[in-house]
């Protein structure tokens, strides 16, 4: 890296920006090299004059709470920027409109809802990620995603202009929208349903109680592996998976998951490599035995 380009973002930015940092333990597979600059944006004012300083140099990716991504072992060769404190506010708009910044976790929208009787928040308790990612990413579970919620979004593009895209004119589809990839969200407004406080914990209680029957927890894992192929067949991945796969394959410390084999675990120290042979080869096996090619929920970063 250019030792003045370097010297200007320490000088500009300070303690907020780092170099070759360690990504290893800012995702839950506990894998994963350095990033070539890594910054943490505590205010909106610092993170526009941030992407404006890097001016489409380098390529961006902005990290949450690491929950669904994979990391490779080599140098990220751009920036990971971390959204700060700032980025984690929730308030009430309204009676049934719920503002939140793009740091904050599911679960604490969840939570918040429940305290302000709001019902429609429920599935959000059981998707281990932030309000970024689950735009990103259009996140679900239990017949529920982001889009049956949201009202709006607000972001930057990659020439620091903040923008605001009604929900409306977002096209969402299974686990994806239309949105440019180079938009950082800031946050997002939802609209959600006045219920009974007893009502929204018995149902948050109950998709919980599901979740954790079905789905391992305080392990290295990453969620779903792979999205279900909804127009190829009525069955869901983890049975096409069950039907194909040795679910006893290891390649190094990579392994599924012993409670849904749509889970991948590091059941240790496993490698990048490891984990993406691991991911191949139960692609290859279930497209061998039922034809049906698998798509990587899980995002990669390398």
Same mark, same amino acid.
């Given at each position: ?75 990220? +060769?751009? @920036? ?15 009676? +049934? ?65 903040? !923008?605001? !895209? ?16 180079? %938009? ?16 929204? !914990? +018995? /149902? ?14 305080? /392990? ?16 869901? @991945?983890?049975? %096409? ?36 042979? %691991? !991911?191949?080869? @139960? ?10 090619? %698998? ?8």
């Amino acid at each position: 890296m250019n030792i003045d380009y370097k010297k200007e973002l320490l000088n500009q930015f300070g303690s907020n920006v780092f170099f070759d940092y360690d990504l290893k333990k800012k995702n839950w597979f506990n894998i994963g090299g350095k990033s070539k600059i890594f910054y943490k944006a505590y205010s909106l004012k610092e993170l526009i004059n941030f992407i404006k300083k890097i001016n489409k140099k380098e390529k961006i990716f902005v990290l949450g709470a690491g929950s669904n991504i994979l990391i490779s072992d080599d140098l990220f +060769d751009g @920036v990971v920027i971390k959204l700060g404190k700032n980025f984690n506010n929730i308030s009430l708009l309204g009676e +049934d409109i719920i503002v939140a910044g793009s740091s904050v976790l599911d679960k604490a929208l969840s939570d918040f809802a429940i305290e302000n009787e709001l019902g429609g928040f429920e599935f959000l308790s059981c998707i281990p990620g932030t309000i970024g990612g689950g735009i990103k990413m259009n996140a679900g579970c239990f017949g529920k995603e982001f889009k049956d919620i949201l009202v709006s979004v607000q972001a930057i593009d990659e020439s620091g202009n903040i !923008i605001t !895209i009604p929900s409306k004119k977002i096209e969402f589809g299974y686990r994806k929208n239309n949105l440019p990839n180079n %938009l950082i969200f800031l946050s997002a407004s939802f609209k959600g349903t006045k219920d009974k406080r007893q009502k929204i !914990i +018995d /149902i948050t209680n109950e998709l919980k109680t599901e979740k954790d029957k079905n789905q391992p927890t305080r /392990i290295k894992t990453s969620g779903s592996t792979f999205k279900n192929p909804i127009s190829q067949t009525k069955k869901k @991945v983890w049975e %096409l998976i069950k039907e194909s796969v040795p679910l006893d394959k290891e390649f190094g410390d990579a392994c599924i998951s012993n409670k849904h084999c749509n889970f991948f675990v590091n059941k240790g120290n496993a490698t990048f490599n490891d984990m993406v042979k %691991l !991911i191949d080869f @139960v692609s290859k096996k279930v497209f061998e035995k039922t034809g049906i090619s %698998l798509e990587k929920e899980i995002k990669i970063l390398k």
